[in-house]
């Protein structure tokens, strides 16, 4: 008998999943995330464990190398005065420097503030001062120069370069580079401290819809939770070969390293100059990524496509549509279909015959094509893992035409991050998978929290023990996201099967999540925007897509001013001008578009904290303001983005077409 309610029961490890799960390296035993290391030494001593090879002429560390280095940092960090409990901020970028000062700030006993070196310079002061940090770990002296006159009122007096760089001369700060911080360490005797499962381990900072950036606490328990659990998405044996290219500060790759490395792998590090060299070269068994890294491999293989003689892309489109009708016919005979997830035995059966009768041509088209689309991926790949954002289906179907699984995982900041993922055995592609153990999952309406039945979309509250312990000295915050029964508020619309499988519909909030993995806050930008006398109301768009786009509802009268002084006549489509003529102009016409795009690059790149991903590339105007009667806006005037975004689906589908 299927539950009738969506707050399913805590997700547990199930028999299947316990005979992979026996061959995983154990640490149910573990308080803290520090102790993995001397645990990982004993299983994998020289296997490597760390690989830059675009670091100088390549760096290589063994896992008894990096053992080694974590103890040395954490005993130089002591040597200089950093006590438990303390903050140390690491602002830096990939490299396995960062995991060996990650892990120092841990085994010295402190707690971690992490942001990318590239962020804006007043969000990094900001972080530093609410974090209260008494320590600085930076990647190198450009980024030490770019704080350092901010540091003055703030209670840093000790800085160590990621780099081997000659420390700059300074007064009131100790500076060190890494090797001279390695030397103290060896001077100084490691003093042990013991953490507990519920200490905080790290605030890792996340925007807010004030554009404060707010920092989320996530504890040593929520972090080994992942470490503990994502076995049951991922098997790896020991030596595997992870391909790492996402922000290693970020929380999902840096819970996916954790567990990674915790099981033996060999990490190597790469970048997007040298991704497709390095997919060849060290062909790795998995690869952690977001869904624009499948776009652009995607991209690249049309692209080929393209670029063959008119007859091979003919016999090369067909092979894939007979591929796809195979792909599908195989979801429903295994009841992996999201369109058909209560097919009957008939549909089955009919299913089994189409993939019978297509299955023939799909092996031709993997000897002939398919091959060697998974060779460029070096041909060894046993998952890749996406998050970040929702996958496109035309991506997660041609993945899976080509033999390549793509395993989808959801999470967010604050749940450390991986709550649901799809699995090699229920790969239900359109869906972000089951709850990992542990992971309850309450879908609720948005404006009553009542629970709804199975099948109803409603918003997804979660609770287990990988949410955060709260916003760092931000209570308010904290008591919106967190309920007090202990749910979280995930701010994502979305549903759960009978199977509970996690089915995402949309975001409740506002925070606009591109397929890069950036999170963007539309209000600041729209404000910005609304700054130009030709913009009456304005909404960015954008979910899942490459970039952001905007519906604009443009200030009729100040155009038709703006195309008098033109000497033009400025029509609407009710008019019928199809085309711009020596008097007349229309809202699709090119000085029309011209104008708003020069408006709105103005407007956004004048914005304090412009970053690239903030610009509006796409835009559509629409002459029906936003508006109480026609439901598009709250009581008090807000803009209920969700029901634009589907009255307008259509439009902005074009939009990013």
Known sequence: MLETSTSSPVAKISKEERTYFKRLVDYSHVDALPEIWSLAVKKFGDNVALHAPHIDSGVTFTYAELFEKIQSFASGLQGLGVKAGDCVSLIADNSPRWLIADQGIMTAGAVNAVRSCQADREELLYILGNSESTGLIVEDVKTFEKLYEGLTDLPIDKVILLSDETPPANDNVRVLNFTQLLELGAKTKLQPVKKKYEDLATLMYTS????????????????????????????????????????????????????????????????????????????????????????????????????????????????????????????????????????????????????????????????????????????????????????????????????????????????????????????????????????????????????????????????????????????????????????????????????????????????????????????????????????????????????????????????????????????????????????KINLEGRMIQDLFREELNREVRNRPGYRGDDRIVRFKLILEPFSKENGMMTQTLKIRRHVVVEHYHDTIEQMFA
Not at 275 to 294: S, T
Not at 396 to 421: C, R
Not at 478 to 507: C, H, P
């Open 208 to 583: 807010g819809t004030t554009g404060k950036p707010k920092g989320v606490m996530l504890s040593h328990g929520n972090l080994l939770h992942q470490v503990r659990n994502l076995g049951v998405v991922v098997q790896p044996e020991v030596g595997d070969t992870i391909l790492s290219i996402l922000p290693t500060w970020h929380v999902y790759e840096r819970s996916a390293e954790y567990f990674l490395l915790s099981q033996g792998c060999k990490q190597v590090y790469t970048n997007l100059r040298s991704i497709k060299k390095d997919l060849k070269e060290f062909k790795p068994h998995y690869v952690v990524c977001v869904p624009r890294l499948l776009e652009s491999i995607y991209e690249g293989v049309q692209k080929q496509f393209r670029e063959q003689p008119a007859e091979k892309q003919g016999s090369i489109s067909k092979f894939l549509n007979i591929s796809e009708k195979y792909i599908q016919a195989q979801r429903i005979t295994q009841q992996l279909s999201l369109d058909h997830l209560n097919s009957s035995f008939s549909q089955r059966l009919t299913a089994i015959g189409q993939a019978s009768a297509l299955y023939p041509m799909h092996v031709l088209a993997g000897q002939l094509i398919y091959k060697k689309v998974r060779e460029a991926t070096g041909g060894r790949i046993k998952q890749m893992i996406s998050g970040g954002g929702a996958l496109p289906k035309h991506i997660d179907n041609f993945f899976e035409i080509i033999g390549v699984e793509i395993l989808v995982g959801y999470g967010l900041t604050e749940t450390s991050p991986v709550t649901h993922a799809r699995r090699h055995r229920t790969n239900l592609r359109g869906s972000s998978g089951k709850p990992i153990p542990g992971t309850e999952t309450k879908i609720v309406d948005p404006e009553t929290r009542q629970a709804l039945p199975i099948g109803k979309q409603g918003l997804v509250l979660l609770r287990g023990p990988q949410i955060m312990q709260g916003y760092y000295q931000n209570p308010e915050a904290t008591a919106k996201a967190i309920d007090t029964e202990g749910w979280f508020n995930s701010g994502d619309l979305g549903w759960v099967t009978s199977y509970q499988d996690l089915v995402l519909t949309g975001r409740a909030k506002d925070t606009i999540v591109l397929t890069n993995g950036e999170n963007i806050e539309p209000q600041p930008i729209e404000d910005a925007c609304l700054r130009s006398p030709y913009i009456d109301q304005i909404m960015l768009v954008g979910q899942d897509k490459k970039f952001i786009g905007a519906l604009i509802v443009p200030n009729l009268e100040t155009l038709e001013q703006w195309a008098k002084n033109q000497d033009l006549e400025l029509c609407l489509p009710e008019d019928n001008v199809t085309e711009e003529s020596s008097q």
